[in-house]
Structure formats: structure tokens, C-alpha cells
């Protein structure tokens, strides 16, 4: 089979305490950390910390990025994510995106509160002109200001909806992250309330991507860390779908070095070196407790669509009467 | 398995509509084709599973294997398409548990030993068949959401000159550097999302110097209120048959692109 050699697989092991390692697969997703961890928010649960004096990893520059996306050209790169941080700080934003555009679908993680027509407007030109989509991610974490701003900051959630509003306006459809930080009973009433808030600013094609947490950065310091028995283990990666995995696909462009995905950028041995090549088959220990919830919920950094599950792999079971109830309350589209 | 043509019909993701199926197949003919192969996908949404698995076995039309006739031939609990919004995951379930059910055992069997893939010698060139991309059953090739600088690295590992998928149900084509093709032949199960209740296939025609073949998109009108009909007395959800009525996907619409979302209704 000619796509056996782009597959990721694991090293093969001796010592079974050690951490599995992934030998990758084809890189399809390359990530710019574009304004590295630098936010105009502190929300109470990231996992980079990021924040305005957070200068761990800074800004890339679009000579930094250009020759990038020039090499991941040869190497087949499927699509482009830019993050940060918040990318809409990076003054040259807008010209970052149009050129990514022109390589290949293009998604851009933000968390919406400086959003501004003088971005807006001449992206929806460049996403028009482009036969690629042009994605924006928009951070939420409550369907209103009382669920929401305790977590990401007093008045984030006006500011972020007056963002979401503006790309509607503009033709975009933004996919709305949730960080995971209710009750799992409460996911189905969750979900309802932010359809419902989404509808009442106008948006009728309602997309929303929960996420778990990842609890690394500040996130840690809020509800705590990772046990040590929360890695993953080899057995844990027998009859698994590699793909899954975001490092099975992805590596991120910072400006420190290509590191191995968009979640560990704190851990030393995220460090791939400069050779974009080389770090894109570059061997990983998988040996984080965010390599854990990774493992555990899949594609957690993909749009909806790019990474749907192995269709030999084990199959996670989903309650049956919870799919027939939400099917039966879910109504006309 | 390898086939040799020089006007070749290319349908998917029949959905069981057995209608559009019959009418597709009757204008290929008219058309004037050397084969008509189905990229996979013969159940889903619509009624009767088992009478299009019998359309394409009594006319000994080639197939694919497509992620929901894998996941019946395997008897997996879903179609592993990977929704995770709850609405079209609920409706993905409903769709899928009706087709399993309704499918005979001995067309469930078939399908689970299907080829993966096909290929086609076409004049001058390779033509490789798969339904979602080559390295996977289930991969979306949406128009919006590949560069070609991947649909290259695809054709490049393939060895194919040009590659038909299907499985996202929305047709496009693009032409590569070194006369190389990727087109999505769209699915005859359900209208593209467009108003328009009549389906797409494909008609490919070797280019007599070995360059990409034309491709033809064929509209099929057919029955489509009769359908309507057929999914309301199986008490198939109405989203689905509003779909087949009035042209607008209204479920599973969670994994579209931008571009191919804002195309739509819903």
C-alpha cells in the first residue's frame, strides 16, 4: 500500500514503563504561533498562560512566515492554523492571512474582543478571491456574561459577541470553541443555551466545537494538574487510531523553532530544532498528561471535518437513549 | 480490481435512492458510456436500503467500498463519519440504525469485501476510484479545504494521473501541475445543497492526447416526490425528506468548510 510509509506508528519499545513513541505521519496541518503567548486577555484556564506581559514565545514575522508556507508547499501541507496568543494583536494580521490564503485553507483561532472592520473587511476580500475557506475560530466559555467572563475577563463576552456579529455580517461563519468546564451531565443544556444565544445574534448555521481542558499553564493552578498515572501508555495505543493525535499530523511554527503541536509549547522537549522537514518527521514521547486527554478525546485541535476517527478503529459507544432524545428534540433545521 | 474505458460514468454516495439510482444508470446509457462505476456509500437517509444494493448487483455495476458499507459490513454500531455536534450525530445514529436494519444480511456480507479502490485505464492515463481519498475511506476532499499542494502529494503516492473520490457529496474538479486531476463526482443519494433537487454524477471522457479527461457533470431529474413519499411511510425524519423535496441539506452538516456551508440554507 503506497500511504503505509505516510502513517504514523510507534516505535518499537523494550522498556514498558517508558513513554510511546510516535514516529509521525504525514504533516497535513502546519500551525503558526503567530503571536506567540502574548493575549490581550488572562483567562483563569489557559494553557500557554498567555497574557499581556507573557513574552515566553513573541511574534512572527511575515518574513518568518513566508518561507514556511514556501516549504510546506513540497511537503503537501493540507491546511494552515494561525494562533497565539491572540493573532488579531499582531499589527500585520491581515496581510499574514491574505498570504496563507493563497497557499491553501487557512483558520485563524481568536478570541474576538478585537475584531474591527478594518480586519474584517478586507479579509472577507481576500477569503472571496481564494478558492480556500477561510476559518475563524472564536473563544467562548459561557453562553452569556455570567458563565463567561469569570473565566476569561469582566465585559469578554459583549466584546467577543460584538466580534462573532461582525464576521457574521461579513459572510464568515465562525466555529465557536468551548473549553469543557461544566458537569458532562450538563452538555446537552449547555449546547442548547449557546444555539439559543448564538440564533439571537443572528446566526441561523450555528457551528460549535467543545474542547476539553487542558490542564497545564494556568489551567493547573486553577483545578489542578495532571496525576502521574494520567499518561499514555503503550498498551493504551494498541488498536488506537494514531491519527487522532495531534502530533501524528502537526507541527507549529514559533519563533523560538518548530515545536511539536499547538498544546506543549511549555514542555522543553517540544523543541523540534529550525528544519521544518526534519521536525515534521521528527520521532515524539508521548510522555505529557496532555498527550493523556489528547489520547482521550481525539482531534481536539482539527476543525470539525478535517479528522474523523479510523473506520476500523474501536468504536467509542455513545449512550443510545441520549442520541435518540436530542434527535427528537432536535426539530427542523 | 482494474478496468479499461474510454467514457466512463462515475456515481457515489447512493444513499438508497434507489430513483435517482435507476435514473442515473438510465441517462449513462443514453450517454454512451463503457462503464458506470459507483464510488460506495449505497445506504444512508433514504428508504429501502436492500432495492439499490439489488439495482447495482443485477447490473454487475463495479463498486467501492464507502464508509457506511464498510461499518455495515463490519456490523459497527455507526457510520464513522465523525459528527461531534449532538444534533447530526442524533440524526447520523437515526440514519444509520434504519439502514442497518433494513439491509438483508447477504448484502451486508457483499459489501463488507469490496475493494477499497479501483482503477481505471483510461487512454494515455491512470484513473484511481476511492471514496472519501486514497489513504482513507472516510477523508473528506472538500473543494475549500485541500491545497493543492496536498491533492498533489495524494496523486503523487497514488501513482495516479487522476482521482475520483466522493463521500463529501458536494462534486467539484481541479486541475494539478502535469495535466493531473482530482474531481469529487458528488453523490446521486441527495441533491448538492444547492435548491436544486435533481443529483450530480460525473460522465469522464479520455482526452485523445493523454491529457486530463473532460469531465461532464450530468443533472438527473427523477422522481424525487415519489421518494419523498417512500421516506415518510418508512417514518424517516422529515429533515431528510425536506432535503430530497427541496434541494437543501439540513442534517450532517457540521464537517462543511466555510465556503461550502455559507452555499447552503442551513
Known sequence: ?????????????????????????????????????????????????????????????????????????????????????????????????????????????????????????????????????????????????????????????????????????????????????WDPDAEPAVYERFVAELAARGCTRPRIKTMPALRIGCEAERIGGYRDYERVTNEMLEEYDLDQLVCAHSRVVTDRGIWVCPILLDAPDGDLGDDLGEAAAAPYALAHGACHTCWMHGAICANPGAAAPEIGARAIEVAIGAIESTASAGGSA | MRLSARRVALFGGVYANHLALAATLEDAARAGVDEAVCLGDLGAFGPHPDRSCEIVRKAGIPVVQGNYDHSLGHDLPDCRCGYTDPRDNAFAMLSYRYTYQHTDRAHREWMRDLPAEIRIQMPGRDVLLCHGSPRRTNEFLWESACSDAFLAWLLDTCGAETLCVTHTGLPWSRELPGRRQVVNVGAIGRPANDGDPRVVYAILTADEEGGPPSVEWRRVDYEHRALAAEMRAEALPEEFVDTIETGWWTTCLEVLPMKERARGKY
Open chain 1, 1 to 181: 500500500m503506497a500511504f503505509e510509509a505516510s502513517r504514523p506508528r510507534l516505535l518499537p519499545h523494550t522498556d514498558p514503563v517508558a513513554a510511546p513513541v510516535l514516529a509521525p505521519g504525514h504533516l497535513d496541518a502546519l500551525w503558526f504561533q503567530v503571536t506567540g503567548t502574548l493575549c490581550n486577555l488572562r483567562c483563569a484556564h489557559c494553557f500557554l498562560s498567555c497574557a499581556p506581559e507573557n513574552e515566553a514565545f513573541g511574534l512572527l514575522s511575515v518574513e518568518e512566515i513566508r518561507p514556511r508556507l514556501e516549504e510546506s508547499v513540497p511537503l503537501g501541507v493540507r491546511e494552515y492554523y494561525f494562533t497565539g496568543g491572540e493573532p488579531f494583536l499582531h499589527p500585520r494580521i491581515v496581510e499574514i492571512l491574505s498570504l496563507a490564503l493563497s497557499y491553501g485553507p487557512t483558520t485563524v483561532l481568536t478570541n474576538g474582543t478585537l475584531l474591527r472592520p478594518r480586519h474584517v473587511e478586507p479579509l472577507a476580500a481576500a477569503a472571496a478571491a481564494s478558492p480556500w475557506s477561510l476559518e475563524f475560530r472564536l473563544s467562548l466559555d459561557g453562553f452569556d456574561a455570567d458563565s463567561n467572563d469569570p473565566l476569561r475577563g469582566a465585559g469578554s463576552f459583549e466584546r467577543a459577541m460584538d466580534g462573532f456579529e461582525l464576521l457574521l455580517r461579513h459572510g464568515f461563519l465562525p466555529i465557536v470553541t468551548i473549553v469543557r468546564t
